[in-house]
């Protein structure tokens, strides 16, 4: 059984540029959620799909966007980079939504590292 | 913003120790998770406990909860090298809001 999996595994791209990262949740699941993680801090919520729309939104900015495919995958884009983007970007699935049905438990996969030079 | 709070921040014992530590949050919350996340890579799921309960075990895993001082602690118990890692506590609302973590090195 698969877990989640995620790509690319790095990425280098320069300010100003575009970056679309993948992520395929855990057979089972239909809900991801995306996190950054900055060197040294916790992971922060980004946003969070579910049934091909985003439900939840942490405090990021508008280049922050989503997708959710009807397989369940998920993209996030991240328009004109800053150095500040430079990151873990993890992404994480459910079983349903925490609160509706949902379990609470996430499951993580092992992240994709962006450098913004 | 970060909800959860660990303590300490990094944490060095010899294997057979045991390993102790915090968790402060500011809101009510329905639920706290503990992951583990080692080298920079994805975080696993160590154990949940809801509001409604004080205390929990999983193995070597034993957790607090303390609703009325906001706090929670994790203890592993009889550490091993392989529990190298960084540790954080997490609570749930619709999301989960994840402190800064603990670092925690166990020397051979």
């Known amino acids: 059984d698969a877990g989640v999996t995620q790509s690319p595994t790095h990425l280098i791209k320069t300010r100003g540029q575009q970056v679309t990262l993948r992520c395929s949740p855990k057979s089972g699941h239909d809900t991801v959620s995306w996190y950054q993680q900055a060197l040294g801090q916790g992971p922060q919520f980004i946003f969070q799909y579910y049934e091909e729309e985003e439900r939840q939104r942490g405090n990021f900015p508008d280049r922050f966007s989503g997708h959710q495919f009807p397989n369940y995958s998920s993209e996030l884009n991240v328009n004109a980079l800053l150095l500040g983007d430079s990151a873990l970007y993890l992404c994480?699935?459910?079983?349903?939504?925490?609160?509706?049905?949902?379990?609470?438990?996430?499951?993580f996969g092992p992240g994709t590292r962006l450098t913004v030079l | 913003s970060q909800q959860g709070e660990e303590d300490p921040q990094a944490l060095s014992i010899q294997e057979g120790e045991n390993a102790t530590m915090n968790c402060s949050y500011k809101?009510?919350?329905?639920?706290l998770q503990w992951y583990r996340q080692n080298s920079g890579r994805g975080l696993v799921h160590l154990i949940l406990i809801r509001s409604n309960e004080r205390e929990k075990h999983s193995g070597r895993l034993r957790v607090t909860l303390d609703t009325s001082k906001k706090s929670s602690s994790l203890l592993i118990t009889a550490s091993r090298a392989a529990d190298t890692a960084s540790y954080f506590c997490a609570t749930n609302d619709y999301k989960l809001s994840f402190g800064a973590g603990t670092t925690v090195t166990v020397r051979a």
């Open positions: 809101t009510s919350i329905n639920n």
């Open positions: 994480a699935s459910s079983p349903g939504i925490s609160g509706r049905g949902g379990t609470d438990t996430q499951y």
